[in-house]
């Protein structure tokens, strides 16, 4: 079972980049389609960005032209650049990742705070 570790977020004023990033550990992760997603006060998580094994990439409309979700096989990596942040982006984010054999995220990470200042 592969295990998650976010880093990354922190407080960034309207306008801001961040770029979170998601370690892999304990699977082969090259096996894995990655996602992130985000959850912010008193709302339902949400999807945001997702890259599979070939690099095939999808995005949130919320994030499209903002967002570049990417990963690092040697390192076992997955990243999700954020650009021109926006108040309405600030939540906890959480990366996942799904095993190729499997219909339901198999792994969560413990989430990374981003708060946007307007």
């Excluded at 079972?1 to 309207?14: I, K, R, T, W």
């Excluded at 990655?34 to 070939?54: H, L, T, Y």
């Excluded at 926006?86 to 190729?100: F, G, I, R, S």
Aim: glycine residues 12%.
């Amino acid at each position: 079972q592969v295990q998650l570790v976010e880093s990354g977020g922190g407080l960034v004023q309207a306008g801001g980049s961040l770029r979170l990033s998601c370690a892999a550990s304990g699977g082969t992760f090259t096996d894995y389609a990655m996602a992130w997603f985000r959850q912010a006060p008193g709302k339902d998580r949400e999807f945001v960005a997702s890259i599979n094994w070939n690099g095939a990439t999808n995005y949130a409309d919320s994030v499209k032209g903002r967002s570049t979700i990417s990963r690092e096989n040697a390192k076992n990596t997955t990243y999700l650049q954020m650009n021109s942040l926006k108040p309405e982006d600030m939540a906890v984010y959480y990366c996942a990742a799904l095993h190729m054999g499997s219909r339901e995220w198999d792994a969560w990470g413990q989430g990374t705070q981003v708060t946007v200042s307007s």
